[in-house]
């Protein structure tokens, strides 16, 4: 019974769409030059086709006689004529990234030669793999479950220490393990209620509806605690959002290339190592910090705005961290308390979840630090010089507590992805909905249906529950070769 | 004496300056975001490095007691942190690409991720490679000459049939066999020479002359016939240069859209594989053709000049191909004629070495072709309609009869880089000082002078005879990793 009801939750369309007696080929790779591209090749007759393009190095050895995991040097032949000089692994299912037979191809990083290696592949009967489709079949080949496919998406796109961490650890399944247990604890109740429909006419309780309140308690909890987690995880995974506010000519995009310039110093450490050329981010003991909107700064010198108009609300309101940056020669105490009164009254009640951190610029026009600025307000301020880049050091580190709380989380899971979110928030109403069931005292049958409902959305976190279509859109973002 | 003779002429300052106790790393692959990256490690401290970092999945394996070219599946740790699950194998010196112990790690393809994992490497001690250097080494460690070398860069640069076929056949060592033949030859008579100013005072000839000097006139064909070769080996390398030319008006931009567009289809068959955008080059049949220039003809719908401008003349002498292109719908036969000879009289000389095919094009605007253009010139003539795509099937098939020459070459070896036609041209200077030496019976130790020169120079294409200086200049053009 159990297992018949668990099983009817399932929905398998999938298999239908996709075919996995096909095999399927694409490079790996980053497209490029470069001293060596690996191309995949996935699928029943992977062995077939690679033996008929490949020539071991040694006369003796045969792709059939090799064993999994040996990479074998040899060339790649189009029959009458050498392509490349390769080497080649096989991997025998189910021991591969899809659980197919496997071969992997590490040829001379032209792109000229992959394409010339791909065409013989399909030659032989492979076609292209379209998007995501070889991490769709090690879901499908019960390799991992769909919040791990979509970790791996997001470990491939991590460039902070944050982001990767939370993507590895939900690709090792710490975030399925969790939900598969709530799940799991629910589906036990739901069929004992589904028992109790079958005996109907004897008015039995096999359910305790006691314990199913306290577990509904549990689970309630633990939803609240990871759909709450996803603001922390969103941030972590995009960086955290910081606004450079202040009137003209304080100095802002000065100080926005002084911040970016203090991390260039760290990352240019490692010679020779690419980096993402995403301008307006920076990376700070491993938490990304995202700078909102800085096109403006740079194109003009200082944008023509003050606080007070529409725009930079619209900042602040994106913002986790706002610097309001101010001409410390130039402005008196009264300008400062207004405009920080002016600014709690615009945020209203967001402000306690924003970091409003104050920075006096231009300390080189000055001949000391007056008085009456140290014990401004209630606000962190520093003091800089943004041209000199004195004291920039002090906002990084700034930067970084509020990135603290990053640190406490670390021992839960954390809902990164908002399709998880979202399934969370129909898992929470369902729960509601039982709850309320249970107050009222509804039928089973009632019951069973929101039972079903919650079920429904814990499953199709991790693909227990799933149709073509998420399969379809989750798998349709992921690049193709992965 | 005649191996102290060959140790003489070798230079090996390189040893002093390139450390192969360091062991370096570098990604392998292109960068940028993508399914797997591949990380090289090379050197003596590579195994040590790699067993501090990873972690094998079965627990009974350590990377000391795994095979070479075993694919190991397991983790990169920091120590204390998993930072990605890579597969990682080595390969045990010398069976490796550079020759020294070499470990590869196939990582997540997040450009943050390899960051991270080089980083943990240099704290273990390996420092990133310079361009070229993993080349380098496998130089150093003899497992290829220079030239080979030099042929894994044009490999991985090649974008079409012919370049892949000339750098992949370089790199297998047929042009260096060739090279090395005829040294080895000139070396033994050169250390005959030698051995003769040992004894001098007894007058002898150990060194037979006319021998000599048949032996000359067959390194001096060879020489001469690989520096022939080399007008062919850059074109095939780099593309047969293309010029169209035409008045104002006459459809240029629209005809090469036009070939272009025929190539697209054929591409297009390929979905999914990226190409470099290098937009004005076609690849039919394996071959290159490159457009001289077209960016005028993209810019402007059609360049204001007309045949007779100083800028037409130079795109003709550029090219190997001309497509004079006029409308045939308004242009006279004497205006052709006329055009055709002030080409011939610009071109003069050098009219043998290139083709130059008249395209009739807007016959969608005539009723008929009329019959004087049929016989025009002794020219091939070609028409077509650029705008409705007709006929330019027979453009491109008379661009690959340009080509055809490089079949006829497939035989013998191909001088592709100019260095080594260079080192081939200093080669023929030094034998024609040792025949005019041989001539007017000049004292052996002044032929010596002069066959030291023709071994050195041949030898400078293997890398027998080498430099700093020149290793430098070959391998600072390599991108890192290679």
Same mark, same amino acid.
């Given at each position: 019974?159990?297992? #018949?009801? #668990? ?32 191309? &995949?090749?996935? %699928?029943?007759?992977? +062995? ?9 190095? !040694? ?5 059939? &006689? ?25 991997? *025998? ?31 032989? %009967? ?32 991590? @460039? ?45 309780? +096999? ?19 990871? &759909? ?5 995880? @969103? ?14 000519? *304080? ?7 002084? /911040?970016? !310039? ?26 990304? +910090? ?26 602040? &309101?994106?913002? @986790? ?18 405009? /920080? ?33 140290? !014990? ?14 004195? @004291? ?87 690049? /193709?070769?992965?």
């Amino acid at each position: 019974m159990l297992q #018949a009801y #668990a099983a009817s939750s399932i929905i398998y369309p999938v298999m239908q769409f996709h075919d996995l007696t096909e095999t399927i080929c694409a490079p790996a790779t980053a497209p490029g030059t470069a001293a060596i591209s690996v191309l &995949r090749l996935s %699928g029943p007759k992977a +062995f077939d086709i690679a033996a008929a393009l490949f020539l071991p190095r !040694n006369k003796e050895m045969t792709l059939a &006689r090799a064993a999994s995991h040996r990479m074998l040097l040899g060339q790649i032949t189009d029959g009458s004529e050498v392509v490349d000089e390769v080497l080649l692994t096989k991997f *025998v299912s189910p021991g591969s990234y899809t659980g197919d037979d496997v071969v992997e191809v590490s040829c001379h990083g032209s792109p000229y030669i992959q394409q010339q290696i791909l065409k013989l592949m399909m030659d032989q %009967g492979a076609r292209m793999a379209r998007p995501g489709e070889f991490t769709l079949r090690a879901f499908l080949n019960g390799r991992m479950d769909l919040s791990q496919a979509e970790a791996v998406a997001d470990l491939i796109a991590s @460039n902070s220490e944050a982001s990767r961490k939370m993507a590895l650890r939900q690709m090792r399944g710490h975030f399925s393990d969790r939900i598969r247990e709530l799940r799991q604890k629910l589906l036990e109740f739901a069929s004992l209620i589904e028992l109790e429909l079958d005996f109907s006419e004897e008015d039995v309780e +096999f359910a305790d509806r006691s314990a199913l309140s306290s577990l509904l308690d549990d689970i309630d909890d633990e939803v609240a605690r990871l &759909r709450e987690s996803f603001s922390m995880g @969103n941030v972590l995974k995009n960086g955290i959002p910081v606004a450079i506010i202040g009137k003209p000519n *304080v100095g802002k995009s000065t100080l926005l290339n002084a /911040i970016l !310039n203090e991390e260039r110093a760290i990352v240019s450490e490692i010679p020779g190592t690419t980096r993402d050329a995403i301008e307006d981010t920076i990376t700070l003991s491993g938490v990304a +910090f995202r700078f909102i909107d800085t096109a403006g700064l740079r194109d003009s010198q200082d944008e023509i705005e003050s606080v007070g108009i529409e725009r930079t609300y619209e900042k602040i &309101r994106m913002a @986790n961290v706002i610097l309001y940056l101010f001409d410390a020669s130039e402005t008196s105490m009264e300008e400062i308390v207004e405009t /920080i009164t002016e600014f709690r009254k615009e945020v209203g009640d967001e402000e306690e979840e924003k970091r409003l951190v104050l920075i006096a610029n231009k300390i080189d026009l000055m001949e000391e630090i007056p008085h009456h600025f140290r !014990n401004l307000v209630d606000l962190e301020t520093i003091f800089v010089s943004a041209k000199r880049k004195e @004291n920039i050091s002090m906002i990084t580190d700034s930067l970084l507590k509020s990135a603290e709380v990053s640190a406490a989380g670390d021992e839960g899971a954390i809902v990164t992805n908002i399709r998880h979110y979202e399934a969370l928030s129909h898992t929470s109403k369902a729960i509601s909905d039982i709850r309320k069931g249970l107050d009222d005292q509804i039928p089973g049958d009632l019951l069973a249906i929101d039972l079903r409902s919650a079920l429904h959305h814990l499953g199709s976190i991790t693909g227990e529950v799933t149709s073509d279509e998420i399969l379809g859109e989750i798998f349709g973002k992921f690049c /193709i070769g992965k």
